[in-house]
């Protein structure tokens, strides 16, 4: 259970996204993926490609293998 002022929080983050347009959500996507990206290079000391890599790799952890996986890396 979340304090009262966390649950506002969210609630109004919620409104702010759903008075967005489709286009606007996608672009906030975008915007939260690059700086998630540069946070992560940034904290690990590394190029843009190898943090890409490590988190594709990690979301691959514990999954089954795919054929779709080789299409990916060719």
């Known amino acids: 259970m979340g304090s009262?002022?966390?649950?506002?929080a969210a609630q109004r983050r919620s409104r702010r996204v759903a008075a967005m347009s489709p286009a606007e959500?996608?672009?906030?996507?975008?915007r939260l993926?690059?700086?998630?990206?540069?946070a992560y290079m940034l904290t690990h000391g590394i190029d843009r490609r190898t943090a890409v890599a490590r988190i594709k790799a990690t979301?691959?952890?514990g999954r089954?293998?795919?054929?779709?996986?080789?299409a990916d890396e060719h």
Request: glycine share 4%; aromatic share 0%.
């Open 25 to 30: 959500r996608v672009a906030l996507a975008h």
């Open 33 to 38: 993926a690059e700086a998630g990206i540069a």
């Open 64 to 70: 089954r293998h795919s054929a779709c996986d080789a």
């Open 4 to 8: 009262k002022a966390a649950r506002e």
């Open 59 to 61: 979301r691959r952890l």
